[in-house]
C-alpha cells in the first residue's frame, strides 16, 4: 500500500467511494470543483491510499487558527475507506499519515469531526501507543433547521487530541 498527498488524477476514485461505498450522490464535477477550491486556500490537505495504483481511501484535513493555540490546529474532515479494503489498517495508516504531516508542520492539535467513524475506532487509533497531553472524545447533536422544521439529526463525534 502507498500513501501519497491527493492529485488531480485521484478525483474520479474518491468520487467512487463517496458514492459506491458511502452512499452519497456526488457529481464529479461538483465534487472537482470544491476539492480544487479547497487546495486553491492552501489551508488544505488531502492523502490517498493506493494499492496496485488504485486510490483505495483518503482522508482530507484543515487547518485552522484558534484564540486557545499557539500554534495553528487541524481538523480531519474527511476519512473514507472502499468496503473491500476495510480492516485491513488502512484508515489506521491514513490517520497516521496525517498525524505525521500534522507534527511536521508545528499542528498543535488534531481534531476529528469526521461523523462516519465509530468512538471505539478513533479511541483505539489514537490513544494506542501514542502519549498526548490531552485527549478528548465528546458527542455533540447537530441539528440542521429549514423553514423552522428539523429536517436532519444526527450525532456527530468529535476527538481532540494535543501532541506532546
Excluded at 467512487?16 to 450522490?25: A, K, P, R, T, W
Excluded at 496496485?52 to 486557545?68: R, T
Excluded at 469531526?113 to 475506532?121: A, H, L, P, Q, R
Aim: charged share 25%; proline share 0%.
Amino acid at each position: 500500500m502507498i500513501y501519497r498527498k491527493y492529485e488531480d488524477r485521484d478525483i474520479s476514485a474518491i468520487r467512487d467511494i463517496l458514492e459506491n461505498d458511502l452512499g452519497y450522490n456526488c457529481k464529479l464535477e461538483n465534487l472537482n470543483n470544491r476539492i480544487n477550491e479547497m487546495m486553491k486556500r492552501g489551508n488544505y490537505q488531502i492523502f490517498v491510499a493506493c494499492d496496485d495504483g488504485k486510490v483505495v481511501g483518503y482522508i482530507g484535513c484543515v487547518n485552522y487558527l484558534a484564540f486557545e493555540l499557539e500554534n495553528e490546529g487541524m481538523k480531519i474532515i474527511a476519512l473514507a475507506v472502499s468496503k473491500e479494503y476495510r480492516r485491513k489498517g488502512i484508515g489506521t495508516a491514513l490517520l497516521k499519515v496525517a498525524e505525521q504531516w500534522a507534527k511536521e508542520n508545528n499542528i498543535e492539535v488534531v481534531l476529528n469531526t469526521n461523523s462516519i467513524v465509530k468512538d471505539e475506532f478513533l479511541i483505539e487509533i489514537f490513544m494506542n501507543g501514542r502519549k498526548y497531553k490531552h485527549f478528548r472524545l465528546f458527542v455533540l447533536k447537530t441539528f440542521v433547521i429549514f423553514s423552522l422544521f428539523i429536517v436532519n439529526f444526527s450525532f456527530c463525534e468529535y476527538i481532540c487530541i494535543r501532541f506532546t
